[in-house]
């Protein structure tokens, strides 16, 4: 059933969190920590990727565009065309940057 902006899926928030991210081979990178929401244009901006720690230890987050994550039911995963590496390479920040 579409939701009243006329989607024909929708998902809560708290579903998203924790959810993996994958490279395009299957190879988890990270797991989305945060949504960042426009307050003006209703719209997801960001997924605030989580990677590089163990146990919530040292982990670094970077901001991936949501239009750039596709959901892959078959993995329960979002897939992003980029590798870890280049993930890792990037500038990455605190989860309050």
Do not use: C
Request: hydrophobic share 40%.
């Amino acid at each position: 059933m579409p939701t009243v902006s006329g989607h024909t899926s929708a998902i809560r928030a708290k579903q998203v969190l924790g959810t993996n991210v994958n490279d395009t081979s299957g190879s988890k990178i990270g797991t989305i920590e945060d949504v960042i929401l426009d307050k003006q244009s209703n719209s997801i901006l960001f997924a605030v990727v989580a990677f590089g720690g163990f146990l919530g230890m040292n982990e670094k987050y970077h901001p991936i565009p949501w239009s750039a994550l596709d959901y892959d039911p078959g993995e329960g995963a979002y897939v992003v065309s980029f590798t870890k590496e280049q993930l890792q390479a990037a500038p990455a920040g605190s989860i309050d940057d």
